[in-house]
């Protein structure tokens, strides 16, 4: 913790480089990954079964984001020649507050749409065509699609704030019940990412295994295709009749291949629990190697 942050909290911070796993009071979901937890108890753990979280709903992390990188924003929008004031309130509804993805709109949605205007115009506004639009590198977004991940936090009213907060705050004290007989615990799929951006626990990420990812995402391909694609018609293969639902009768074409790579699992701990899921993250590191392996560039 940093004294001179007035947010923060001043804990003791205890790094133990041999620390015994049976002392520590773990819980494990039942999706956790087997290979990670088998490891763990190998090593002396003795975890407990843990029960589902409370769901993660909008805790202002939209609006708190937007106010981070609002030095940005203003460098970019001049830059661009972007009133920021001329910008379209999105069109209210939903969760309120702010909450989830920093001024993202629903799954998929335009990026432009996510911050309430219609793609055309945004892109207009920003002087770049598709460029300033949805054009362009993905990875490295032009005009208008640079700006709206925060804009949109720009938005909520200081009603909805205050309540988001009121919903992280019962969020904590429902996660503080779950945990008052933990120190950390091992998540299941899906790492409950969410949730921790909310209620602010410690979580570590550990590598504990070297392999091909499953579900066609991340990493370098060896097959070439778009990540997440049908491995059949990413490899040149039809998908099928629309009309009947029947799979083309075509030669079967070998799957899209993966590169290997870190396939990892996280630790989270309970809240000012850091020091301790960084000295258990230790002890596993220092009992096996996948941390020194990496992908084939």
């Known amino acids: 913790m940093d004294p001179k942050d007035p947010s923060t909290v001043t804990t003791p911070f205890q790094f133990d480089r041999a620390i015994k796993l049976s002392s520590v009071r773990m819980g494990v979901d039942p999706g956790a990954p087997k290979e990670f937890v088998d490891k763990l108890k190998e090593l002396g753990a003795v975890p407990k079964e843990i029960g589902p979280r409370p769901a ?3 805790g202002g992390l939209g609006v708190e984001s ?3 990188f609002d030095f940005y ?3 970019k929008a001049k830059e661009l020649g972007i009133d920021l004031a001329t910008l379209p309130e999105p069109q209210r509804g939903g969760g309120g507050g702010g909450g989830g993805r920093a001024g993202a709109g ?3 949605a335009d990026p432009a749409a996510a911050a309430g205007g219609a793609p055309d115009a945004a892109a207009g506004r920003a002087g770049g065509g598709a460029a300033g639009g949805r054009g362009g590198d993905p990875g490295r977004p032009t005009g208008m699609a640079a700006l709206t991940r925060w804009t ?3 938005f909520p009213r200081a009603f909805d704030f205050v309540n988001a907060q009121r919903r992280r705050y019962a969020l904590i004290s429902q996660m503080a019940e779950l945990l008052k007989d933990f120190d950390m615990y091992v998540p299941g799929n899906g790492y409950d990412v969410g949730l921790h951006a909310s209620t602010g626990h410690p979580c ?3 590598p504990y295994k070297f392999d091909s990812p499953q579900g066609g995402g991340g990493g370098g391909r ?3 295709g778009r990540a997440g694609a049908d491995p059949a018609a990413a490899a040149g293969g039809r998908a099928g009749d629309p009309a009947t639902g029947r799979a083309a009768a075509e030669p079967a074409q070998a ?3 993966y590169n290997k790579q870190p396939i990892c699992a996280v630790i989270a701990g309970n809240l000012y629990n850091d020091d301790k899921i960084l000295s258990v993250a230790h002890q596993y590191q220092i009992h096996t190697d996948w941390h020194l392996k990496h992908p084939a560039i």
């Open 204 to 206: 570590a990420v550990v």
């Open 73 to 75: 924003v203003q460098m």
């Open 255 to 257: 799957p899209v291949v």
């Open 152 to 154: 949109g936090g720009r």
């Open 222 to 224: 060896a097959g070439g």
């Open 106 to 108: 629903a799954a998929g």
């Open 56 to 58: 993660a709903t909008g």
């Open 66 to 68: 937007a106010a981070a």
